[in-house]
């Protein structure tokens, strides 16, 4: 599976962006999907995650502000991005297939990363 994640880039605090992250070469399938962002000098954490029937969950930082969503037969994942904050600065990646979903390490497939930059 290739994931391609798209739609970074910079905004104001309190504005929006969307996100999306599209597979290829296989099905998602049944797995779970996944954003997850990495800050300058920090660990890659978990964002949010989606199961393939729609079930999702947050990080408390995120919770309220942000909207993960997916098309299965698209193949696609989003995630939506409201009321955006300087801490929100970071890498976002898209991954899939995990046994774990709050443990950035054990997701099998990765897409490339795109920057969100939020300033004050």
């Known amino acids: 599976v290739q994931l391609q994640a798209s739609g970074g880039g910079s905004v104001q605090a309190g504005g929006s962006l969307r996100l999306a992250c599209a597979a290829s070469g296989r099905t998602l399938g049944v797995a779970t999907t996944a954003w997850l962002r990495q800050a300058p000098g920090k660990d890659r954490e978990f964002v949010a995650a989606i199961t393939w029937a729609g079930t999702s969950t947050y990080a408390s930082s995120v919770k309220g502000r942000f909207t993960i969503s997916r098309e299965n037969a698209k193949n696609t994942m989003y995630l939506q991005m409201n009321s955006l904050k300087p801490d929100d600065t970071a890498v976002y990646y898209c991954?899939?297939?995990?046994?774990?979903?709050?443990?950035?390490?054990?997701?099998?497939?990765w897409g490339q990363g795109t920057l969100v930059t939020v300033s004050s």
């Open positions: 991954a899939a297939n995990t046994p774990d979903r709050y443990n950035a390490s054990s997701y099998k497939y």
